[in-house]
Each structure stands twice: as C-alpha cells, then as structure tokens.
C-alpha cells in the first residue's frame, strides 16, 4: 500500500473530488461533510482513518454522552475524589497519602469472535488504562454475562473468555479477586466480558494524558506496531451484528502479556524518576486516539514523524499505522533533556522506545511520512469535538405489559411442603448462575503480590495496600439484567445498592462507584430509553448514596439482528477499609454463633432467581430501592466490623436468603439451624429479592451489644437462627444435609465443561 | 550475622516480592537480583521466585535458563550454595539441568490456583530443616505447567535416595508422576519446588504461615554453618 | 494406518509472541543470521486406514473446525512419508 | 534466504495431555479412525543466508541445547521446500 500514490496535505487540496471510502470506514454522510468543513478542504486518506476511528460510537461516545452527562451534573460532593470522568480513570483518595484509581471497561465484541484472544486483550487494555494515570496495578475483576449454560456455543465462548482472562492475568501477575458469572439467553450472540482493574498510588504521582511544553519529545514504546486489529475495537464495537456474524471483521489482535509486564515495570521506574510530563495508553483507534487525545489535552501542538514508528511489517501505510490497535504501547511526553535516560530504562527492560515527535507551540496536530504531511488538523476536533446525538428514545410499548405480568402466587406456583421448598433450595444452589464457580475462578492466580485479602467466593475482593497500616481497598461489582430489563431506573440503582452493600459487608467503606453500560443498539429506541433510565437511576443513587461515578465504559450495539440483550448495568463499587485485619468475611465458621437477618422482607419476586429457575418467568417489577436504608444498613455492617461485634457477613441478593445461607454455610463448614419468625410465610423468607438485607454471626458475648446498636439507629434485625451442625434446617419445614448440598452446588461447573 | 538472600528478578518474574517478603519475615535480609548481572553479590542463598520469566515462551525456564545472573548462580550452586526454585524458579532449575526431569503442561490442560496440601518427605535439605519429617502443610499452588515428569529410572533414583522433597497429598493437581511436587539434587543444597510457599507466611493473606519453614530452615543452617 | 501431519501457524499478520520470544533469544545464546521465527503448532494424527482422499478431505475439515482457528491461523494438511 | 523448519515433539514415553485431549475431541465432533494425537511445535526460521550444512549444524544445535528439551522431547531440523 505504501507504493501507492500518497495522499499528502497538498493533494487533497488539489483533488477536493476525490472518491473517499467514508462509509465503508462507518462515517455517516453529514459526519464526512462536517469534517470537510472542518478542514476547508477533503481529508486526506490519514485525516480520514483517525477521523473515522475516533468518530466511532466506541471512541466518541455521540449517542451516549448527552447522558452520561448527568454522572458529572449530579455527582454528589465528595472530598474523596482526585481526578473525575474524562481521564482514563477516575482517582480516589484513600487516606495515608494513598490514592486509587479504578475502571471497568468492555471487551464484549472481539471476545464472541475470538473468545481466548478478545478477553485477554480486554485486560491488558483495561491494566493499561490504570497503568496510564501513574498507579501501579494491583488487581483485577471480570464481570462476565455468557448465554444459555448449556448452550454448545456457550462451550466455545466461556473456556476461552476464562482461559484468556487468566492467561494474560496471571502472566501479568495481577491477583484476580473477583467478578461475575451470569448465564442468559439473551447474551447467546453478545456475551459480555467486562474487565475491571485498579491500580495504586501516592497522591503525588498522578499523571495525566496530555502534552504540553513546546520542544517537549513524544516517545511511543512497547510493541511495534503491525497490522492487527485496524479499527478493531472501535469500528467492531459500534455497529451490530447481523445474524449471520459481524459485516466488518477486521483482524483479531494477540495479547501478550510478557510485553505489557514488562511495559507496567518500565512506566513505573519512567514515573518514580519523574520523567514523563503526560502519559497516554494506546488503545482502542491506537495511535489516532493517542497523539490526538494528548495533543487536544495538552496546550499547544503536535508534530509526528509517522516514518519513525517501529513496524512489525514494514508494508503499513499511514492510514494503517494510525488505525492499527495493536497491543502493549504506550506514548509518553518527555522533555529533551530526560528523554536520554528514559530510553535507558526502556532498554533495561527490553522494551523498545522511539521518539516519534513534539510538542510545538501552534495548535494542529501535524503527521509527516518520509517528510511529507499527511495530517494537518486541530486535535479537539479529533478527539474531543466529535458529533453528539440526541438519539430518539421512547418507552417500549411491551413495556407494561412486562410489568404487570407479576409473579404472584395465583400466576407461579410456589413451593408449600417442607420436602418442595427443599427441593426448591436445591435446584437454585445447583443453578449455573448460583451454582459455585471455583471451576472459573481456579484458573485465577489470586495470591500473587501477597496483599490479597479476600477474593471470590466473597462478597468483595479486598487489597492490602500498605503493609505498615494494613490500610486497604474493597471492590465489588454487580448488575442484573433481569432486573434492568423489568425497570431500567431500577434495575441500575439496584446494581448500585448490591455493589455498595457487597462492600460494606466486608468492612469496607464505599467511596466511589465505576460503571459498565451494556445495551443493544442506541438506534433503537427502546433500547435508548433503557440506556437513559439507567444512567438516571444510576445518577439519582450516587447522589444519596455519596458515591460518585469516577469513570466507565460504554458498550452499545450487544444484538443479534432485532434482538438486543437484557440492559445490563455493571456497576464497581471502591470501599476503604483502615485495617484489613478488621475485614469480615462471608462463611459462618463458628458453631453456636447466632444469626441475624438485617432488614425487611417483603414478597418481592419479580425477575428472581427462584421465577427464573422455577419457571423461567421474567415479569413483574423487581425489588424496590431503599438507598437511606442501604446507607444505613452499609453503617452498621461497618461499624460491627470496625468493633469486632460479628464474625461473618453475608450479603442477600439473587436467591435471597436460601442462597445466602447456602454460601456462608458451605464456605465455612457449618450448618444452620433456622426458624421462621411468627406470621412469615417461608417461601417468601427464603426465595425474596428484597433489597437493603444482610446476614450476620454474632458471637454470643456481643449480642447485646449489637441488637443495641440496631435498635437505636433503627436498623430491623431478626435472630433467625444460630450456626449449628452439618445441615441446613429450616426448623419444622425440612432440612438438607450439607453433603448434598455441596454435591449440588459443585458439581454444576464441571458436570457442564468438563 | 545477618543471613542475605538473594532473590532473582528475570523479565517475567511475579513473585518476587513476595519471596523478598518471606525472606524478610523469616528473619533474614532479602537481596534483589537482577537477570542481567554475573555478580550475586556474596548472598548466602538464593530463591529463584515464581511467576512466568520471558512470558514462558518457548518452554518454562528455558529462556532464562540463559540469563547471566544463572550462570553464576548455577556455578555456585555445584559448590553447595543453598538455592530453592519456586514454580517458575523449578522449571528454570530442570531447564539448567541442576535437578533432574522437567516440568510440563497440566493434565488437566488448566492453570489451576488452589490452596495445596503436601508431605514434606525430605526435612534434611538446606530449605526444610524446621520441618518434622512427614509434616503435613497447606501451602497455595498456581501453575499451567508444574507436572514433573522423568523416566522411570529417574523416578526410582530420586525416591531411592530420599530426593523426593515434597508429595502432593489429598488431589494430584496437575499430574505429577507419583504425586511429586518437588525435588532435590543429590546434596541436598538446591531444591525445587511448584507450590508456594511464600505465599503462606502470614494468616490474613494466605491459606496459612506452614510455608515459612522454608525460608527459616535456610536461615538456621546458614547461621548453625 | 498412515500417519498425517496437520501443522498449524499464526497468520503473518498476526503477532507471533512466542516467536518473537525465541528469536529475540538466539543472537544472545550465540545464533546469529536468523532474520524472523514463528512458532507454530504440529499435529500428528495416527489414521487405523489409509490417508486416501475422504479420509484426507475429512482430516481437512477437522483442522478447518477444530485444530486450527482460522480467526488467527492458517493450517496444512500432508501426509508423512512412511520412509521417515 | 532460506526457510528452516524445526518441529519440537514429546518423547513417545511422555504422556501428552494436549494430543490426548484432542483425541478424545475428534469422535465427539463426528472424526472417526484416527487412533492416536500427538501434539508438538513447530518453528519456522527465516535465514538470513543460505541453508548450507554449517548453517544447519548450528541450527542442530541451537534445537538440541534451547528448542527442545531433550529431557522430554525430540525434533527434527529440515529445509523447506522453495516451492511451497
Ligand atoms: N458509563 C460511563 N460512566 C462514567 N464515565 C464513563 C462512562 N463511559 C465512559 N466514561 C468516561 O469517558 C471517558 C472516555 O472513555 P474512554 O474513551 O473509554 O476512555 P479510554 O479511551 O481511556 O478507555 C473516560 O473518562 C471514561 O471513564
Ligand atoms: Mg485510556
């Protein structure tokens, strides 16, 4: 492609007729016109890749930003907070100096094509990211939606997403403490794989994605730049695949892990020598987003020598080279006299490093090949002036109809006898989606860095991050579909109220909140309604809760022809825990200590476990939100925490208070021996979604003490029952020995992948 | 006398740290390493850590077998240096030909990170001293590629003298010929091993401390020597 | 009871890690004039009959589905010599 | 400018997880009569020079002491055919 004709600066000039594959490269007509105007000229063939790159929904945000807006509008006063949306990734103060900095992302599209490759790319994007703001990574979630479990594609998609997820992890040596596992048919086509990661710092060493300082050098290094993946994610992620499979499929890219360790230890000696005024991770539209993100950031110009950057296959052309998102690169910002030192530590870890450029005084970014300019543009206009769209949104009208298909007793049959809700308890423990996931989770390093705290099967995975203090960080992630598909306002805010509690329930004070939108196409309108609602609800809930949206993703166009998939809020939720020898884990391991249930219980049904298992029902309106109450339930599991007045915390969600008791039994060896307070019916005790609950141990000699504190801050608790033997009994309904549970519970996994 | 390990850092290396950590915990002085340089600078032991040097490339330990930092440290070891090779460290060991056999994909085709049971069935080398022998310890394994295989008359050998230093116990995780889950040389001074015992040194971030005895058997025969 | 060799490769435009690994090696251990190195995959498959054409066609599609990902990889299907 | 090709395989006596698991895949996807897998790597080195025997001696080498492990595996080094 070089040999051909090159479509210089001059040239477009000369030929404003010039054919131009705008479409092909997924610009609409009007968004080619607007950069014509733009440049009061035809772009040139580079002008046109970037443009089209970071113009793609992906890279642009222009269906989603008019909503996203409100996480910045309505985003509660917080001293906790650093750095805000629009960085790579948000910053949060944690005390002692120490600053974290978090963010979730979605790798969904490439990982259904190439599930081992596009997973594992999707953790050494997001550990980048991370890497990118001056923190030192030091964990990682995935948050993973797969279709139907037994579903023969589900077998090609979920070991390679695992397999890759870990492969490139644990090379990296970043302990995986948690995530999660939902299967649905509605993901069949679009499995999700979200990828979360957090990484560590002091307050001094942020850094930021932008150039500045006329003279300054523009150093890329990593991995040579080849020809995979040109526009992958980004022109892969914004259009919807048809039944047949994606129209465009541009090439796979390969991870490799080895590189990027290398890449996270050089950027962090580079960082600890102060040697970088601006730093940006290569990802998505590769070097287009790079140069043109920094520059556009930054105060003055840019100039590239597009010559100069390292090939892996030397046939490239310019408009490759810039739309190329090969891997493991990064581009730093280093002035002239620190760049000699800044490649001697690149070359001390192998890792190649050229100066491709610099900052100058004017306002364009211009790129050179072999002297010739073939880019001349102002850089906002590239990477933070693209189009928005205020894309039409309605309210499906199915919508009620939904709704009011509740699941009541007269329209699900529901278990009565002792031997139908055992046999109910069962069948949802042995459910993939409840069923344990150590099948998954085994692949996992999670003891790597020696600071892991807690990790899967927990209510959060909780980081020591300073060894001295034992300050640490907790973090969960949580979304429903299920319940987002009944109500999307809801169901968002439920995600929310389910990630928070997860983190309290460790110990763990919530601060701050990172979120991954997954919907279906924005040229839906329904779907764009769902997409609205949820940032709204999940706005309104970050208000009360004081947890505000540091950063996230989104990822739009999950549907196979006119079907999109359940949307499916994931939200992360950062908590601060002073002394990490105070956390509380979930398993009851202490026989005779007693169990208490935090919170109301109500008949609430709509889009459970129990409907979906039982009768594969989805209708109705999932549970209410109580964010005071969530708030006030999150103060007590911290401060009981904090003064050492429980043993174990568990927090209720899918499968309500069966599955919780299920998990801190089996984690801990323990029974259970429950009875059902006066007056409850025990299908409802047992199978209801309800929010704003918890299960706790009290050791006996702090009952008092905590039953005080509940009651005074109004908190309801209900002794439910004590730790006791090796059953589950539901006193005077049915017992279940812990045997046959765990037979039930384990054999799920392997019996399904072998 | 202050025991200095050294701990060796080859592009790659994740748990380096950690074994730094152990080395500190257990009373001695931790010494980092680096692949690139000859000299060990006069370290009374060295740990080869886990993790996956050049990204396990090619074979496990077989490009860092190469590095500068072993051709000292394989030098030294034939003279009765004290060096334990943890997971990726053990491969290197086989790789160098220090110890006998290799380290080869798991059967079940998984990596696999799970908290381990062993016997500890040789408390006379230089690393496991402060055992009893046939204690039982919990300690985490995490490996694609940690199942030992050798001929048969390899296999005799090692049991024969008394070289099988640890044996899996309960589950065979990934396939190990008769369950071994590390190693000696014949004297004793250079053991491999594929769990982790360095991630069992402090109750809140491991299954346990039963790893520790590793790193305080090497100190009491450093400072008994 | 023929004996066939599937081998199966990283497209070029793919990024090849492992070989890159190895060739950044060689020059180190003393192998120099060794310009590029892929590392691939060999397959032997042991066959109860002959290697005739079904057999053949039918090994292929296995390699298409199943031995090689053709997302990222070419494959090639031969049948070894006896002699070898 | 030759292409040198060295295939890398587990020792007959070693047991071969990954060939195995192939293996018992084949069936299951509807290929029946193959008896036995046995899964190896192949490498692929782009010469500099010609393939003359002092190339190859060194190539020899380079297999027997950093490609393979001859604990557990054997290999075969071979020119490649221009043709192909
Ligand atoms: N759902 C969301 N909620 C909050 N912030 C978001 C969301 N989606 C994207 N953002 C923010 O928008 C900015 C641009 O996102 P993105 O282009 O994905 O960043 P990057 O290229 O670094 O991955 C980031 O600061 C990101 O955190
Ligand atoms: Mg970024």
């Known amino acids: 492609m070089s040999q051909k004709h090159l479509d210089t600066v001059s040239h477009a000039a000369e030929t404003p007729d010039a054919e131009q594959p705008w479409a092909e490269l997924g610009l609409k007509q009007d968004e080619y016109q607007r950069i014509r105007d733009i440049l009061g000229r035809r772009p040139t063939g580079a002008e046109l890749a970037m443009y089209s790159v970071m113009w793609s929904e992906h890279c642009s945000y222009k269906s989603s930003k008019v909503h996203l807006k409100q996480f910045g509008e309505k985003a509660p006063a917080s001293d906790a907070m650093l750095v805000g949306i629009g960085e790579n990734a948000g910053v949060v103060d944690v005390g002692q100096g120490y600053a974290v900095t978090f ?54 998609v979920l070991p390679g997403v695992v397999a890759g997820i870990g492969g490139y992890g644990n090379c990296l040596g970043l302990p995986n403490i948690g995530g999660e596992i939902v299967f649905d048919p509605c993901y069949q086509g679009n499995p999700l794989v979200n990828a979360l990661c957090v990484g560590v710092m002091k307050h001094e060493d942020i850094h930021l994605a932008k150039a500045s300082g006329a003279g300054n050098q523009v150093i890329l290094y990593g991995a040579r730049t080849g020809g995979d993946g040109i526009g992958g994610v980004s022109v892969l992620a914004s259009e919807t695949f048809s039944d047949s499979g994606p129209a465009k499929r541009p090439a796979v890219q390969v991870g490799d892990p080895f590189q990027e360790k290398l890449l996270i230890e050089c950027t962090l000696e580079v960082f600890a020598e102060k040697l970088v005024v601006g730093i940006q991770d290569l990802g998505g539209a590769g070097l287009s987003c790079a140069t043109s993100e920094l520059a556009s950031a930054g105060s003055g110009g840019m100039r590239v020598e597009l010559d100069r950057v390292p090939l892996r296959d030397a046939t490239l052309s310019p408009e490759e080279i810039l739309m190329s998102e090969s891997q493991e690169r990064m581009c730093a910002i280093v002035e002239p006299g620190k760049v000699a030192r800044f490649l001697e530590i690149c070359e001390k870890w192998d890792v190649i490093a050229t100066v491709i450029g610099e900052v100058t005084d004017g306002e364009r970014l211009e790129i050179f090949w072999h002297g010739e300019q073939v880019v001349d543009v102002p850089p906002r206009t590239v990477a933070h002036e693209g189009p928005t769209y205020q894309r039409p949104y309605a309210r499906p009208d199915w919508q009620d109809e939904l709704q009011a ?172 825990i002073d002394d990490v020898n105070r956390r509380t884990p979930m398993a009851f391991a202490e026989e005779g200590q007693l169990i208490y249930l935090l919170g109301d219980t109500e008949d609430e049904l709509g889009g459970s476990a129990w409907a979906q298992v039982a009768h594969d029902h989805l209708g109705g309106l999932p549970p209410k939100v109580d964010l005071e109450r969530e708030r006030l339930l999150g103060e007590i599991l911290i401060a009981a925490s904090r003064d050492g007045m429980i043993d174990a915390a568990h927090d209720l969600s899918d499968g309500g208070l069966a599955q919780a008791l299920v998990e801190s039994c089996l984690k801990g060896g323990r029974g259970a021996r429950i009875v059902v307070p006066q007056g409850t019916d025990p299908f409802v005790l047992l199978f209801s979604e309800s929010a704003g609950r918890a299960i706790v141990a009290v050791p006996r000699s702090e009952e008092l003490r905590f039953t005080d504190m509940c009651g005074a801050r109004g908190l309801p608790a209900a002794r439910i029952g004590v730790v006791d033997g090796d059953s589950i009994e539901i006193q005077g309904h049915f017992s279940v020995a812990l045997d046959e549970l765990r037979t039930a519970h384990l054999e799920t996994f392997p019996a399904l992948l072998g | 006398m202050t025991v200095r390990v050294g701990v060796v850092t080859f592009p790659g290396s994740l748990d380096d740290r950690d074994a730094q950590r152990a080395v500190r915990l257990a009373g001695a002085e931790p010494v980092a390493l680096w692949h690139r340089d000859k000299d060990i600078h006069q370290v009374d032991a060295v740990v080869l850590p886990g993790g996956f040097s050049y990204g396990d490339y090619l074979r496990c330990g077989a490009i860092s077998r190469f590095s500068p930092v072993m051709d000292t440290v394989i030098a030294q070891a034939r003279d009765g240096m004290p060096v334990l090779g943890i997971c990726n460290g053990f491969q290197v060991l086989c790789e160098s030909h220090l110890l006998p056999g290799a380290l080869t994909r798991n059967d079940s085709l998984h990596f696999v990170c799970r908290d381990q049971k062993l016997r500890i069935e040789n408390a006379g080398t ?86 520790l005895g590793f790193f305080t058997s090497i100190l009491r025969k450093l400072v008994n020597a | 009871m023929a004996r066939v060799v599937v081998d199966v490769m990283l497209k070029p435009e793919i990024l090849d890690p492992q070989g890159q690994a190895v060739q950044r090696a060689l020059p180190r251990l003393g192998f120099a004039g060794i310009s590029d190195v892929r590392q691939g995959k060999r397959f032997e498959l042991e066959l109860d009959g002959p290697a005739d054409e079904a057999t053949l066609a039918r090994i292929r599609e296995a390699a298409e589905t199943f031995l090689a990902n053709t997302v990222i990889e070419d494959f090639t299907v031969r049948v070894e010599e006896e002699a070898k």
């Not at chain 1, 990982?111 to 490759?117: F, N």
């Not at chain 1, 009565?416 to 998954?440: F, I, M, R, Y």
């Not at chain 1, 600071?451 to 300073?466: K, Y």
């Not at chain 2, 369950?179 to 250079?190: F, H, L, M």
Request: hydrophobic share 40%; aromatic share 6%.
């Open chain 1, 103 to 156: 963010k979730v992302e979605s790798h969904n599209h490439p990982s259904y094509i190439e599930p081992y490759q596009g997973a594992a790319t999707g953790i050494g994007g997001i550990v980048r990211d991370i890497l990118a703001m001056g923190a030192r990574p030091v964990a990682v979630m995935d948050p993973l939606r797969f279709g139907a479990a037994d579903h023969p594609d589900t077998k090609r």
């Open chain 1, 405 to 576: 298909d509740a699941p009541t007793a007269e329209r699900l049959k529901r278990p009565v006898s002792g031997d139908e809700l055992k046999a109910a308890l069962l069948t949802l423990a042995a459910h993939p989606n409840q069923a344990d996931k150590s099948w998954v989770t085994s692949q996992y390093d999670r003891y790597v860095l020696g600071n892991t705290v807690l990790a899967q099967p927990e209510d959060s995975g909780m980081i020591r991050i300073d060894e001295e203090t034992n300050l640490g960080v907790a973090i969960a992630t949580d979304g429903n579909g299920r319940y987002a598909k009944l109500d999307p306002y809801t169901g968002a805010q439920l995600a929310l109220a389910e990630a928070y509690r997860n983190v309290a329930a460790t110990g763990a004070k919530p601060l701050a909140v990172t979120d991954c939108l997954n919907f279906g196409s924005p040229e839906d309108p329904a779907v764009m309604w769902q997409f609205a609602e949820a940032c709204r609800g999940l706005a309104d809930a970050c208000q009360v809760l004081g947890t505000p949206v540091t950063g996230g993703n989104v990822s739009l166009y999950n549907q196979t022809g006119e079907t999109a998939i359940h949307p499916t809020p994931v939200v992360g939720v950062l908590g601060v």
């Open chain 2, 126 to 211: 230089a690393w496991t001293s402060d055992y009893a022998q046939d204690q039982e310890i919990t300690v985490p394994l995490k490996n694609g590629e940690g199942r030992f295989v050798a001929d048969e008359h390899t296999l005799d050998a090692l049991e024969a003298e008394g070289r099988v230093v640890a044996r899996y116990l309960d589950v065979n995780p990934n396939g190990s010929y008769r369950d071994i889950a590390g190693i000696s040389n014949a004297a004793g001074n250079v053991v491999g091993l594929m769990p982790h015992p360095e991630h069992a040194v402090e109750p809140l971030t491991g299954p346990g401390t039963e790893g």
